[in-house]
């Protein structure tokens, strides 16, 4: 009886131990691209925004994290307004948005080929929480062209927001940049 439940024991961990195993492993990164120095004046630095450096590699991701009630992400700070450093129109309504507007940018795996564009997600953070419409992807494909503002490709679990979300979550504005935080669909 005893042999029997060790062996219980022992085929349980080794159970839970491939399924953490293969939890962790559902999104690696797809590729790299060489980075290139934009031309003058093309990458707009606003936010603390990174420019390509010339010959620097750059990770590329097609997917995200899974998506859970509680999935954990970095907030970084966006405008989405016309000449920020959000770059071109919005993807999912290619348009401008405020930056008085609740809207985020999700990286390419969570963003799913648009299914989330225009819905909208409840951000937590800094001890508050704020609802926020997903209105682009923050590509974590491509990057240092003049289609991503001559910007690396974003990280994989990147939700990128304008500062109406910073402000909305009570971050003082000498702290807005990055911060961990967990987020959900509505």
């Not at 990147?158 to 807005?176: R, T």
Request: with cysteine.
């Amino acid at each position: 009886m005893k042999k029997q439940v060790c062996s219980s024991v022992f085929l349980l961990l080794c159970i839970l131990f491939l399924f953490i195993s293969a939890e962790a492993q559902t999104c690696r990164p797809s590729g790299k691209i060489r980075g290139k120095n934009p031309p003058p004046g093309q990458c707009n630095p606003e936010n603390d925004s990174d420019c390509c450096k010339d010959g620097k590699w750059y990770t590329t991701y097609k997917c995200s994290p899974l998506v859970s009630s509680h999935t954990k992400a970095t907030l970084t700070l966006n405008s989405f307004e016309a000449g920020g450093d959000g770059g071109a129109p919005s993807e999912c309504d290619n348009q401008y948005h405020s930056d008085d507007d609740p809207v985020v940018a999700l990286s390419t795996g969570w963003f799913n080929h648009k299914k989330r564009c225009l819905k909208y997600i409840n951000i937590h953070g800094n001890g508050k929480s704020v609802r926020a419409k997903v209105v682009d992807e923050c590509d974590s494909t491509m990057g240092c062209d003049s289609d991503h503002d001559y910007q690396p490709p974003c990280p994989n679990n990147i939700v990128d927001a304008s500062k109406a979300v910073w402000k909305a979550l009570g971050v003082p504005e000498s702290d807005w940049g990055e911060m961990d935080i967990f987020w959900s669909d509505t």
